[in-house]
T-cell receptor, first 115, second 116 residues
Framework: EAGVTQSPTHLIKTRGQQATLRCSPISGHTSVYWYQQALGLGLQFLLW???????NRGNFPPRFSGRQFPNYSSELNVNALELEDSALYLCASSTSGTGGSQPQHFGDGTRLSIL | AQKITQTQPGMFVQEKEAVTLDCTYDTSDPSYGLFWYKQPSSGEMIFLIY??????QNATEGRYSLNFQKARKSANLVISASQLGDSAMYFCAMREISGSARQLTFGSGTQLTVLP
């Protein structure tokens, strides 16, 4: 069974540009989560999508947005890139049961570098 | 608000010995789940073990076990018989269950180095 796949592996952009990161969840998983892992800041929750809808977002500006497609894959868009957006962006997926025991399974991440 | 604290930025352990990585948490939700993840230098996050707040027994998964002390709000990870491949960053994470949020809140991590 394929795990969570993210593309691209690396992305280099300049300030002010826009970046699009992609994620395919594990087959059967309908929830997709995005996290940012910046140096010195740990893992911060960005966005949660389930059944095509945005369910929750973390404390990030509106230039961080995304969507989930009918096949449950997801896109994270970052507009007006700033130097501080340089980070590893991790996507995770899980089943969407109401209990809390479903672990989130992570992809290998996209490393975004802003020059 | 939920909070996870990992007070050990770095730990060293000799190969084949056991090591305990500390994690304390704070939440007002009586129903929550605790998770441990391993992140090797390559970056991927690997799920290790889960403990529910109402679970009566400590969770175990192979060489990993969770020392869950609910009254003290601690959920320490114990790795037995350490191997060189265990060298990685380890994160403790929590999810509150009563509300609608499903995201994980992570601690700052512990960098474990296994010495030959």
């Amino acid at each position: 069974e394929a795990g969570v796949t993210q593309s691209p592996t690396h992305l280099i952009k300049t300030r002010g540009q826009q970046a699009t990161l992609r994620c395919s969840p594990i087959s059967g998983h309908t929830s997709v989560y995005w996290y940012q892992q910046a140096l010195g800041l740990g893992l911060q929750f960005l966005l949660w999508y389930d059944e095509g809808e945005e369910r929750n977002r973390g404390n990030f500006p509106p230039r961080f947005s995304g969507r989930q497609f009918p096949n449950y894959s997801s896109e994270l868009n970052v507009n007006a890139l700033e130097l501080e957006d340089s980070a590893l962006y991790l996507c995770a997926s899980s089943t969407s049961g109401t209990g809390g025991s479903q672990p989130q399974h992570f992809g290998d991440g996209t490393r975004l570098s802003i020059l | 608000a939920q909070k996870i604290t990992q007070t050990q930025p770095g730990m060293f352990v000799q190969e084949k010995e056991a090591v305990t990585l500390d994690c304390t948490y704070d939440t007002s939700d009586p129903s929550y789940g605790l998770f441990w993840y391993k992140q090797p230098s390559s970056g991927e996050m690997i799920f290790l073990i889960y403990q529910g707040s109402y679970d009566q027994q400590n969770a175990t998964e192979g060489r990993y076990s969770l020392n869950f002390q609910k009254a003290r709000k601690s959920a320490n990870l114990v790795i037995s018989a350490s191997q060189l491949g265990d060298s990685a960053m380890y994160f403790c994470a929590m999810r509150e269950i009563s509300g609608s949020a499903r995201q994980l809140t992570f601690g700052s991590g512990t960098q474990l180095t296994v010495l030959p």
